[in-house]
């Protein structure tokens, strides 16, 4: 069953930033996930949510998604997305 990634991302350092949005497309690749939605246009639909840069990651499983976000790969992205962004990120089985 697929699963998803969906990060909320609020950038505190757009230069520093870059370099972390550099190194995520091989460590997702490695992992077999795509990318959905990377950073486009919002619309709140219901609700008082007001999502910054939105991200939407599709894997093949639930165990995909989390061996993505604990690998080495990822790992030294989040290294280097330090003190560049405020993350919530969560992943949720898909139908």
Request: avoid cysteine; hydrophobic fraction near 45%.
């Amino acid at each position: 069953m697929v699963a998803y990634v969906i990060a909320d991302a609020e950038i505190l350092d757009p230069a520093k930033y870059e370099e972390y949005k550099k190194l995520t497309p091989g460590a997702i690749a490695k992992h077999g996930g795509r990318f959905l939605a990377r950073g486009g246009a919002t619309a709140v639909l219901e609700g008082d949510w007001r999502p910054n840069r939105v991200v939407i990651i599709e894997f093949p499983s639930l165990e995909a998604a989390r061996n993505f976000y604990t690998s080495v790969e990822y790992t030294a992205a989040r290294r280097a997305r330090a003190g560049a962004a405020a993350m919530n990120i969560v992943a949720v089985d898909g139908v």
